[in-house]
Nanobody
Framework: QVQLVESGGGLGQPGGSLRLSCAAS????????MGWYRQAPGKEREFVAS???????YYAASAKGRSPISRDNAKNTVYLQMNSLKPEDTAVYFC???????????????WGQGTQVTVSS
């Protein structure tokens, strides 16, 4: 019912920047929380950052102060500006969104397909 499509991943250099985007589309009544998780090879998926529809933000320690999250509610799009890239940022980044399809529906969580971020010189 709701699709999330990420873009903006790729190869980044240590100390450089990448900007991830994730656009939600489909039968959306309202999106509450949008955000990002990541999963490095051989590791569990971990929280990176999230943003409520009122603009409140939450960060993992690894992202705080380095990777600001933002969103455009009119476009149902969330962004992750990754600055001061480190090799340990290498992972597949997944966006998510908590949404309702109608005023009376339950809240569901949708996930994107993931975008690879590789940080290497």
């Amino acid at each position: 019912q709701v699709q999330l499509v990420e873009s903006g991943g790729g190869l980044g250099q240590p100390g450089g920047s990448l900007r991830l985007s994730c656009a939600a589309s489909g039968s959306i009544f309202r999106i509450s929380i949008m955000g990002w998780y990541r999963q490095a090879p051989g590791k569990e998926r971990e929280f990176v950052a999230s943003i409520d529809n009122d603009g409140s933000t939450y960060y993992a320690a690894s992202a705080k102060g380095r990777s600001p999250i933002s969103r455009d509610n009119a476009k149902n799009t969330v962004y992750l500006q990754m600055n001061s890239l480190k090799p340990e940022d290498t992972a597949v980044y997944f966006c998510f969104a908590d949404y309702k399809t109608s005023p009376t529906s339950i809240i569901r969580t949708g996930w994107g397909q993931g975008t690879q971020v590789t940080v290497s010189s």
